[in-house]
């Protein structure tokens, strides 16, 4: 008889008030192609998200193999010196301070935009070796399609041509390795001092 080990999962995504039924979507998604053999442990990065909303998600997620944890951001310092805008809200910087932001026990997790939707069993994605490395992700392709993009990361990051530029909105953060050599701190002061075109991810990369 085959057994099967339980594993949590541990996603998180993050949002303001706006963006609130974004996030519903893409915990949908995800649930609809993942394993109910696996728990899915959602970190909500809110930055302000109402009462009413967070209520309405948690019914998203009610009666499956799934937990809502909120973290409310909306007073969190660290990010006053970072640039924000109608585009850029505090909420995409989360990603950035997940090392401290999430509980301790929390070694890993998958961060996804919520400008998406998961058509795969997650587990793929969490069972991917790293190989040691701090953070996995994919080439944002868009921008390494451009020879005009790719001189400017060139110059503004330092990043070679032969190298490749990844995304930020699907990564996968081995939160020990960030803490112990104290990665959030330097991507954040990376981010508020670069002056970069692509903010958050120019300076993940």
Sequence with gaps: MRRFVMKTINIALAADNNYAQ???????????????????RFFL?????NAEKIT???KTIAGKNAELVVCDLSAYKGFEKLYTSG?????AYFRLDMANILPADVQKVIYL??????????AV????????KAIAAVPDYGIMASKRLMQQKHEVIGLSLDKKYFNSGVVIMDLQQWRANDYSSKVIELAATGNFPHHDQDALN
Excluded at 45 to 49: A, K, V
């Design 56 to 58: 309405g998600l948690q």
């Design 125 to 132: 994605l969490w069972n991917i070796d790293m190989q040691g």
């Design 87 to 91: 585009h850029i809200s505090k909420a």
């Design 45 to 49: 990065l809110s930055d302000g998200i």
């Design 22 to 40: 974004h996030v519903a979507v893409v915990m949908e998604s995800i649930l609809e192609n993942t394993d109910e053999i696996n728990k899915v």
């Design 113 to 122: 935009d919520v400008d998406l939707l998961v058509l795969q069993d997650i």
